[in-house]
Nanobody, 114 residues
Framework: QVRFAESGGGLVQAGGSLRLSCAAS????????IGWYRQAPGKQRELVAR??????NYADSVKGRFTISRDNGKNTVTLQMNSLKLEDTAVYYC?????????WGQGTQVTVSS
């Protein structure tokens, strides 16, 4: 059973940076693509960044500001977020992309203030 645990969120001013970490445990050997998702209040969860053996992909809203990276040896995936905007405020989650039934973790709250 695969589990994901997110950390690194917090309160930051607009224009600032945060670095989120995702630790995967369990049977992760067959997971190729992992994504960072976010869910803002009243909105659906959306995929913002994805990393796989073929490369990385980003939502248009974060392209050029967020960078996803992966350390397979440590089973971790990192999301570096720069030039944060108010609209980046959300709970951020990591999971397989697509999730395919893997349970969501608790997520980590990112709040961007003006």
């Amino acid at each position: 059973q695969v589990r994901f645990a997110e950390s690194g969120g917090g309160l930051v001013q607009a224009g600032g940076s945060l670095r989120l970490s995702c630790a995967a445990s369990g049977s992760t050997f067959d997971i190729n693509a992992i994504g960072w998702y976010r869910q803002a209040p009243g909105k659906q969860r959306e995929l913002v960044a994805r990393i796989s053996s073929t490369g990385t992909n980003y939502a248009d809203s974060v392209k050029g500001r967020f960078t996803i990276s992966r350390d397979n040896g440590k089973n971790t995936v990192t999301l570096q977020m720069n030039s944060l905007k108010l609209e980046d405020t959300a709970v951020y989650y990591c999971n397989r992309s697509p999730p395919n039934g893997i349970a969501w973790g608790q997520g980590t709250q990112v709040t961007v203030s003006s």
